[in-house]
């Protein structure tokens, strides 16, 4: 199997088998191609044939076996297994230093134990093995035969061999980092999947914190009863996702469901989107429309924001509560009606019946059963699973292979959520469309928050963020006109803006990284320095 058709003196073939070994790496779609077409290569340009990479076993470290070759037969290469204290490869494993067996046949350490002399040609045959280093650490063992007596010089090939070997290193070393990336996604993805297994009676609802299972447990009791619900809680916490959930358990199930946001249509269109019109109603009515109520009979109607319904139409409301007719926008005619009617809103109820801008009796009628949805900074745990649900999400999405950096999900979870699970979701799929080479660093999440904070207000705006997140240009940056919230001129100084209610936050962030303040200033998107002066200033000392 020794061919040397080329000049052993000029060079030619050293450059051209580098050459071709460079582009194995940059083109093979797995390291056994790379590495086995870089030995392939050796024995075919080179004459330095039978060559093997040996590196440590899956399951047992300490035993060194053949994992790649070229011209061994494959019970040859399941013989080749060495301890550290065998042979000449284990000699070079153990000590890193490369190895030339001038002549096997009288060197005592050299083993025969994969290839027989008699496989061998006639003539001496020489043996040489290069440790594959990773820094200062062997990885393995790169080695082959060749004939002793060739014009070209032994030295030459020593030459070559140390560079494949910190070739194929590399190749092991991005082989490694694949692995680990994708070991890591299939746990992340294995996770998430169990979760979205537990949530298919939940329909979507992805939660295992208490006070979501709470709230769950709260819809289940009514959800197959006609008693009116009405869920409270913050902007972007899943109330429509809640009524959802709410008439798919229920005996409605198979009727329509239909969801109106009454904030989200001007007042003088509501009426008409609510309860139809006769056709001649009112400029434009051109023809008899149904309105969501009649749209909605047999099934379920859910109204949104119902704080922000005028009085004359919380009154018509009221009657459809107590009476289950409609009357059209122009018409005369009661029409029956047979739909339940689920409500949300953010606001205090109670305090708009106080201020007479919203009817007690409405509010008696609406508020039977009340569910407060929790928000997230109140979902132990929830964050992390919710970021990395939207992060699948958002991959398929745009066609990206992207993961969370190292302290990113730890952010997330100590970040305020003003808006809530809505907010989570947009501030993932910007970190996914910004994340250069496949990963959200800490300093594009925190961009992105001193960004969501600065334009609502949010105390978290005063935040100090890294100065690579502060000096990064964006045009969402820019202070939003209007808000009532002076913004800072320039860069963030690095010491303003200690607040009292931080210091919950410092705490949690060490008592996360087991009191290591430099892991938890990065955690918190801060320096050192800045981490330290917040627990001076609050007088966080050690005990």
């Not at 979501?212 to 009863?225: E, F, N, P």
């Not at 409605?252 to 001007?266: E, K, S, T, V």
Request: with cysteine; hydrophobic share 35%.
């Amino acid at each position: 199997m020794t061919t040397t058709s080329r000049d052993p003196g000029d060079g030619a073939a050293d450059l051209t088998l580098l050459h071709e070994a460079a582009k194995l790496l940059g083109q093979s779609a797995t390291p056994e191609l790379a590495i086995t077409g870089t030995l392939r290569l050796m024995s075919q340009m080179l004459g330095l044939n039978r060559g093997r990479v040996l590196l440590p076993g899956p399951d047992d470290q300490a035993v060194l076996q053949i994992r790649y070759s070229y011209g061994l037969t494959p019970e040859e290469g399941k013989r080749g297994h060495y301890r550290a204290d065998e042979g000449i490869t284990g000699r070079v494993m153990r000590t890193g230093q490369l190895a030339v067996i001038q002549n096997i046949e009288e060197e005592p350490d050299y083993l025969f134990r994969a290839v027989d002399r008699t496989t061998l040609p006639e003539g001496v045959v020489a043996y040489i093995a290069v440790p594959i280093m990773d820094g200062s650490m062997p990885l393995g063992v790169l080695a082959c035969h060749r004939l002793r007596m060739r014009p070209r010089p032994i030295q030459a090939d020593l030459v070559i061999l140390q560079i494949l070997s910190t070739i194929i290193a590399q190749i092991l070393r991005i082989n490694s980092l694949i692995d680990e990336r994708t070991r890591l996604l299939k746990d992340e993805n294995q996770e998430l999947k169990e979760t979205l297994q537990k949530s298919q009676t939940n329909h979507g609802i992805l939660g295992e914190s208490p006070a979501i299972r709470d709230a769950l447990r709260q819809v289940m009791r009514v959800a197959d009863t006609s008693v009116s619900v009405l869920l409270t809680g913050e902007s972007g916490t899943g109330k429509e996702r809640f009524s959802h959930l709410l008439h798919l358990n229920g005996a409605r199930r198979d009727q329509p469901f239909l969801a109106i946001n009454c904030a989200a249509i001007p007042e003088q269109l509501l009426e008409s989107e609510l309860f139809g019109h006769e056709r001649g109603a009112f400029t434009g009515a051109t023809a008899t429309k149904q309105g969501k109520i009649e749209m909605a009979h047999g099934g379920t109607l859910f109204l949104d924001e119902i704080g922000d319904l005028n009085l004359e139409l919380q009154s018509k409301l009221l009657r459809v509560l107590e009476s289950q007719v409609i009357q059209h926008v122009g018409g005369v005619k009661d029409i029956p009606v047979d739909v339940r009617i689920i409500t949300a809103t953010h606001q205090n109820l109670q305090e708009a019946v106080n201020q007479g801008r919203f009817r007690l009796d409405l509010f008696y009628r609406l508020n039977v059963f009340p569910i407060h949805l929790p928000p997230l900074r109140e979902r132990e745990g929830d964050t992390r699973l919710l970021a990395r649900h939207f992060l699948l999400g958002a991959n398929r999405e745009y066609a990206r292979y992207t993961r969370f950096g190292q302290g990113v999900m730890e952010r997330l979870e100590s970040y305020h959520w003003p808006g809530n699970i809505r907010q989570l979701e947009n501030v993932v799929k910007r970190a996914v469309l910004v994340a250069q080479q496949g990963e959200i660093r800490i300093e594009d999440i925190e961009t992105i928050l001193h960004q969501e904070s600065a334009v609502s207000g949010h105390p978290e705006a005063n935040r100090a963020v890294p100065a690579t997140a502060r000096h990064s240009p964006s045009p969402s940056s820019a202070p939003a006109q209007g808000s009532g919230h002076p913004q800072p001129n320039g860069p963030s100084r690095p010491y303003q803006w200690v607040r009292e209610d931080e210091a919950a936050m410092l705490q949690e962030a060490l008592k996360r990284t087991g009191g290591n303040k430099t892991q938890a200033a990065a955690v918190l998107g801060m320096t050192p320095r800045q981490f330290r002066y917040r627990l001076d200033k609050l007088g966080l000392h050690d005990d």
